[in-house]
């Protein structure tokens, strides 16, 4: 598990990075430790789905050429409308090398609770895949993007890939 591993966080009580790399997170807004998908009390976070986030600094380790996102969801409601929110995971600013992870508000096709992945590169270069379908709510899920800088994006649900489009605009 430590080979290439450039960021762990099990939210074992706090958002420590586990990893060699130290890229501890800062809780903000209204998150709260919860049970987890194995019944274990505090070893989980919730999200409010508004104004509730960990802030994860910007360190050129988490910056490889590739990079593999993996989380473990379940969305107790989707009703938000408006841009892609919540987001299960960003890195980076405006400015910066980024990624996001989340779930779409309304996805190009008006699919709402579908699951989004984007990436700016440093030239500018939005790349985005995302699902066509909305994810169950009060359901555990296994959600992980696998992206390279030189590919495409790719999704996969509970292990299965599920890609429904994949786009990219300069």
Known sequence: LDAGLVAYYPFDGNAYDYSINNNDGKTYGAIELTTDRFNTPRSAYYFNGRDSYILIPDDNTLNPNSITVS???NMESFT???NWIPRLFQKGFTGQRQYEFGIASETSNGVGGALVFQSKDSGNTWRSAGTNFSLNTNKW?????VYDVNKA????????EVTDYWHQET
């Open 141 to 145: 899920y296994h959600v992980a993007a």
């Open 153 to 160: 994006i790719t999704l996969y649900i509970d292990g299965k």
């Open 80 to 82: 938000h409308t408006g």
């Open 71 to 73: 989380v473990w969801m």
